[in-house]
């Protein structure tokens, strides 16, 4: 088990990235469907920003404490599913996939910001650095160490977390954005056979998550596209930070 120091040094500049992420997600499944016709969500109060209204104990506190306690792990979490009714909108199957794929597009859309704002902080100050603070640091004004490092590592954190998540959720397998995107385009009877999955969805979800180091499906996710998208999105905004200069 990690220690306690280490934990609260990783929550302090995971948490609200994950947070807002999760939240923001949340909010572009809700704000796409009141597009395509369904007030639900904000009719409900869920179409909102507003951190409190998202928040489900589960998968937003406790499922991400763990993570961070159990060693090898990685973050993993969910807001409050906003409430959706397809039978309100102009045209159920596609809009539904509009819908579906607008929370993991959230999420790309937050890497690249956070990728832009890092940039944009090593522009201001390029003695910024988003390593670990060392003795050699010392000569860092104050505002650079206790203020613009923190939030550059905290954008750091922000593009992979964002880029995890929507590739996580675009897993073709109910109630995943993936399964449900794969629902609404499949033709009727694959669409059906593949809806039924959906009571199952979560306990097959564990099983690649708790038989990973056989099966690799999650690892792949994590070390091979999500590190890869991870740092082409930042080694684009940087290049053209540099180009910029």
Same mark, same amino acid.
């Given at each position: 088990?990690?220690?306690? !120091?280490? /934990?609260?040094? $990783?929550?302090?500049?995971?948490?609200?990235?994950?947070l807002?992420?999760m939240?923001?997600h949340e909010?572009?499944?809700?704000w796409?469907?009141?597009?395509?016709?369904?007030?639900?969500?904000k009719l409900?109060?869920?179409?909102?920003?507003?951190?409190?209204?998202?928040?489900?104990?589960?998968? $937003?506190?406790?499922l991400? *404490?763990?993570?961070?306690?159990?060693p090898?792990s990685? +973050?993993?979490g969910?807001?409050?599913?906003?409430? =959706?009714d397809?039978r309100n909108m102009?045209?159920?199957?596609?809009?539904?996939a509009?819908?579906?794929?607008?929370g993991?597009?959230?999420? &790309?859309l937050?890497?690249?910001?956070?990728a832009?704002?890092? $940039?944009l902080?090593l522009t201001?100050?390029?003695s *910024?650095?988003?390593?670990?603070?060392?003795?050699t640091?010392?000569?860092? !004004?104050?505002l650079?160490?206790?203020?613009?490092?923190? /939030?550059?590592? +905290?954008?750091?954190?922000?593009?992979?977390?964002?880029?995890f998540?929507?590739?996580?959720?675009?897993?073709?397998?109910?109630?995943l954005?993936?399964?449900?995107? &794969?629902t609404?385009?499949?033709p009727?009877?694959p669409?059906?056979t593949?809806a039924?999955?959906?009571?199952y969805?979560? &306990? /097959?979800?564990?099983?690649?998550?708790?038989?990973?180091?056989?099966?690799?499906? =999650?690892h792949?996710?994590?070390?091979t596209?999500?590190?890869? &998208?991870?740092? $082409?999105i930042?080694s684009?905004? *940087?290049? *053209?930070?540099?180009?910029?200069?």
């Open positions: 088990m990690n220690s306690l !120091s280490q /934990i609260l040094h $990783t929550i302090s500049y995971m948490g609200l990235p994950l807002f992420a939240v923001l909010y572009a499944h809700g796409m469907a009141e597009k395509r016709g369904d007030p639900t969500a409900q109060g869920r179409l909102t920003v507003n951190p409190l209204a998202h928040i489900d104990p589960l998968g $937003t506190i406790i991400p *404490l763990m993570c961070l306690l159990l090898g990685f +973050m993993l969910w807001a409050k599913p906003v409430p =959706i397809p102009y045209r159920p199957r596609q809009d539904m509009l819908v579906a794929a607008a993991p597009g959230m999420n &790309l937050l890497a690249v910001a956070s832009v704002f890092l $940039t902080l201001i100050e390029p *910024l650095s988003v390593r670990q603070a060392t003795e640091d010392a000569s860092s !004004s104050l650079t160490a206790m203020v613009l490092r923190p /939030i550059a590592v +905290m954008a750091l954190y922000s593009v992979i977390i964002n880029v998540l929507a590739l996580f959720n675009l897993i073709p397998i109910p109630p954005d993936g399964g449900r995107i &794969l609404c385009i499949l009727a009877k669409a059906m593949l039924r999955l959906e009571p969805g979560m &306990l /097959i979800l564990v099983g690649l998550i708790v038989f990973d180091k056989e099966l690799r499906v =999650i792949t996710i994590t070390n596209f999500a590190s890869g &998208l991870s740092g $082409t930042l684009t905004a *940087l290049g *053209l930070g540099g180009a910029a200069e």
